[in-house]
């Protein structure tokens, strides 16, 4: 059974860093790249990059790049999302789903790593 | 940066009825790029349909889209209680960002 299991939800306070997960188990980690997908509070879908988990190829949305960083570790089939200073603007659900190719929809999505940042 | 639009951003319906989402590009997408996603609330999206026009596994025939070039459409032929939920479409082409329309809510009349 594919699944993409997520970290648990995170309380941070402005300034701080964080990393979240996303592993998955059920398939060929290394053949399907992971997207990350933010949903603020009662908003809808944005897409913040995604990434190759066979070479760590990375690309980011222009509305998140520079702001976060996407990696992964191909040894333990996880990828991750990080932050190294939270805004308050960072509260979100974050989710995380994997796509065939670099042109494929994401046929499945973790069940979200809500962050919330506040002082 | 391709942007997508859909309309309406509410739909009020009752089961059996038929719904009718809209998602507008702003400059042409390949219809092979097009995915349309169903979430509920506290759930993670779901995709339905990709390729404009596919059914992803699992998916009732009753979800159906169409489209191409700069319009497209997610059709459900009778509503059941379940499918009362937000869709998004998404294009998913080679240059990112892969944007996603901003979502349709359809709601129980």
């Known amino acids: 059974e594919v699944q993409l299991v997520q970290s648990g939800a995170e309380v941070k306070k402005p300034g701080e860093s964080l990393r979240i997960s996303c592993k998955g188990s059920?398939?060929?980690?290394?053949?399907?790249?992971i997207n990350w997908v933010r949903q603020m509070p009662g908003k809808g879908l944005e897409w913040m990059g995604r990434?190759?988990?066979?070479?760590?190829?990375?690309n980011y949305s222009p509305s998140f790049q520079g702001h976060v960083t996407i990696s992964a570790d191909k040894s333990i089939n996880t990828a991750y999302l990080q932050w190294s200073s939270l805004k308050a603007s960072d509260t979100a659900m974050y989710y995380c789903?994997?796509?065939?190719?670099?042109?494929?929809?994401?046929?499945?999505w973790g069940q979200g790593t809500l962050v919330t940042v506040s002082s | 940066e391709i942007v997508l639009t859909q309309s309406p951003g509410t739909l009020s319906l009752s089961p059996g009825e038929k719904a009718t989402l809209s998602c507008r590009a702003s400059q042409s997408v390949s219809s092979t790029f097009l995915a349309w996603y169903q979430q509920k609330p506290g759930q993670a999206p779901r995709l339905l349909i990709y390729g404009a026009s596919s059914r992803a596994t699992g998916i009732p025939d009753r979800f159906s889209g169409s489209g191409s070039g700069t319009d497209f459409t997610l059709t459900i032929s009778r509503l059941e209680p379940e499918d009362f939920a937000v869709y998004y479409c998404?294009?998913?082409?080679?240059?990112?960002?892969?944007?996603f329309g901003q979502g349709t809510k359809v709601e129980m009349k």
């Open positions: 990434i190759d988990p066979s070479d760590s190829y990375a």
């Open positions: 789903a994997r796509h065939f190719t670099a042109v494929a929809p994401a046929d499945y």
């Open positions: 998404q294009q998913y082409g080679s240059s990112p960002p892969n944007t």
């Open positions: 059920g398939y060929s980690f290394t053949s399907y790249w």
